[in-house]
């Protein structure tokens, strides 16, 4: 089945007529190196709380401080 075909005629568990009981998740990722930082998996507790100072000190630096609400979640 081509991608039009599908758009024309959806299936029921894409209907939003009724309740087909069915969810549908999805979620996106983004994670990479930071250029002179030890990936954060990998490193040990003071690494990365020197790696979230940074980034909060950046935030702060290029976000109005009104607009930063920063969670440490490590």
Known sequence: MIIDEMVKNPSSWLS???DTGIV???R???ARNIKGAIF???AGEKERSALCESMKKTFMEILP???ILFFNMG
Do not use: F, G, H, N
Request: no cysteine.
């Open 40 to 42: 954060p998996e990998w």
């Open 24 to 26: 549908i998740s999805s």
């Open 16 to 18: 939003t007529e009724k």
């Open 28 to 30: 996106v990722r983004l």
């Open 65 to 67: 401080a009104d607009k």
